[in-house]
């Protein structure tokens, strides 16, 4: 544990990092003041091969700008970072280990990175590293002060674990903040209603079709409390699905009428596999068991005809004819919806039929049955 001022500093700027990760330069600035260094960089990159990598997030503490984007352009492969990723993730690397400074001053590296703003020595530390995706930092320091010693070493080490657990920390509440901004947002495009059930029959997340189709059936009743109908049978038969399929059972079904008798609504219970609720746990929504499907048989959402042109090359008109027949209309009543003869609908049909390599209605319905479930925006 580090005690001691400035670390004691130090690890309060880390941990609050996780949470606004803009601290980050402040972070690395702090560090590298703590060892009389002039700067320090946090950056992650995505590895595209053994010599190319992009950095897609950096966070500079102090160094020069120019002289970052040469590295970025030139040298992210370079010598001190090939001999970091040598070593174990969290392990302290000394740069005059790895390349002493006269030798360094022979490199590009050095003319077009390190020489314009007089620094000599590196301490880098690998935070992680996949095949794919690496985060890691360094601390520089100028010739003047010279190479970093092994008390200083050791330091850093103690301070390994604590960036590590903030990185990992920041990544998971960003994924909750991205699940809330994008996946919610997909969630709530759909024509089927999608609720999020814990064992107890609480909803942890319901989409804004589910609460339609609840509000316009009038039996389904759902909220933080739970999900219940308006009869004390059907609430009973929900409620056993959803605690069989929490249980490992794979799926349970069961119609519920409207309150007027007019129609019913369709509840599909299902299991959440092993990755779904990794990404469910990483987002916060650790109780999530069982996923509630809610769908209406007599629910006509159409589908989107401009989708139907850029995914299957349509034109225009034969989209239209397609979006319609699709939606189970016969060519008659294509005919007068669209204002167009039966035979040209069966022109157009022809042509949709030989685009999607189907021969009957119900092929062409399959095939773009992903279109009919997502509202446009």
């Not at 970091?84 to 005059?96: A, C, E, N, Q, W």
């Not at 690496?134 to 103690?158: H, I, K, M, S």
């Not at 007027?260 to 219970?269: F, K, P, W």
Request: aromatic share 6%.
């Amino acid at each position: 544990m580090l005690h001691a001022e400035p670390w004691a500093g130090i690890l309060d700027l880390v941990y609050s990092a996780a949470a606004d990760r803009e601290q980050w330069s402040s972070v690395m600035q702090a560090i590298a003041r703590s060892l009389h260094a002039p700067g320090g960089i946090l950056y992650g990159k995505s590895v595209r091969s053994a010599s190319t990598s992009e950095v897609f997030f950096e966070h500079n503490g102090g160094l020069d700008e120019t002289c970052n984007a040469a590295y970025k352009a030139r040298h992210v492969a370079g010598v001190w970072t090939v001999a970091m990723y040598r070593k174990p993730i969290g392990h302290v690397v000394l740069s005059d280990e790895i390349c002493p400074l006269a030798e360094l001053r022979r490199t590009d590296f050095y003319d077009e990175v390190l020489k314009p703003q007089d620094v000599g020595h590196s301490a880098m530390i690998a935070l992680a590293g996949e095949a794919s995706f690496r985060v890691a930092f360094n601390v520089c320091r100028d010739t003047r002060r010279g190479p970093f010693d092994e008390n200083e070493r050791r330091n850093l080490a103690l301070l390994v674990p604590h960036l590590r657990r903030s990185l990992l920390l920041g990544f998971r509440l960003e994924g909750y903040q991205e699940l809330m901004r994008a996946q919610h947002h997909i969630l709530d495009r759909l024509n089927i209603g999608i609720v999020l059930l814990d064992r107890n029959q609480r909803a942890v997340f319901v989409n804004r079709k589910a609460e339609a189709l609840a509000e316009t059936h009038g039996t389904l009743r759902i909220s933080s409390d739970g999900v219940s109908t308006t009869s004390p049978p059907a609430t009973s038969r929900l409620h056993r699905h959803v605690r069989a399929v929490a249980a490992g059972q794979p799926v349970a079904a069961m119609s519920l009428p409207s309150l007027d008798r007019s129609g019913s609504l369709s509840l599909v219970v299902t299991s959440l596999s092993r990755s779904d609720r990794s990404v469910l746990f990483d987002a916060g929504m650790r109780q999530a068991s069982v996923l509630l499907f809610l769908i209406d048989p007599a629910d006509d959402a159409q589908i989107p005809a401009a989708s139907l042109v850029e995914a299957f090359g349509l034109t225009v008109g034969e989209a239209r004819v397609a979006a319609l027949l699709a939606s189970g209309r016969t060519i008659q009543e294509g005919s007068m919806r669209l204002g167009l003869s039966q035979n040209t609908i069966k022109t157009h049909l022809r042509s949709v039929y030989a685009k999607l390599g189907v021969t009957r209605q119900a092929e062409l319905a399959a095939r773009v049955a992903m279109f009919r479930i997502v509202s446009m925006p």
